[in-house]
């Protein structure tokens, strides 16, 4: 009896490690982050426009839908990624931007238009592509933002929120 249990567990021992194998034929599963595309608005002299009462006024149109500032539109089990549209926040130091979002962060798009109404008359074009590659474990994730049809770079923190913002400077604005 002692011999049997013996053999069946060395068989179980040697087949367990016989299954293990680096050379896996099941696919990657990799979770990227969704993103949001954020703005600090300013004036010549540096002031922040998303203070004033104005900025409510402000509208986003993007996909043939228009968006206010604050109308969350949700998330649904099959798609957990919450787009929420046009978002007011602040910073921790006072400083308030625009986040227009989320998008899906492993969905490839190129040149996704929006374009922000400022309620003053006037309109900035900003697009966005988003290239994400899965390649041996591997995320490689490239992303480019234009305002009215040049490169912007996101380089201004927003602590407390994820993520980086890029400035428009408004000029005086019809009235």
Known sequence: MKTKSLYLLLAALFSALLSCS???NEPYIADVAPYSINILVRD???NDLLVQDKAEEIKFEYSGEIYGINATIGASRAQ???FHG???LATDDGRHFLSFGEFQGDK???DELVIIHWGDGTSDNISFSNHCDIKEGRINIERTIKLNG???ESTHSLAPHNGK???IVKSDTKN
Do not use: K, M, Q, T
Request: charged share 25%; net charge negative.
């Open 86 to 88: 046009l978002l007011r």
């Open 150 to 152: 040049e490169i912007v």
């Open 165 to 167: 913002a890029f400035i």
């Open 80 to 82: 957990p990624v919450c």
């Open 22 to 24: 680096d050379d896996s």
């Open 44 to 46: 010549a002299e540096g």
């Open 108 to 110: 490839n798009v190129s």
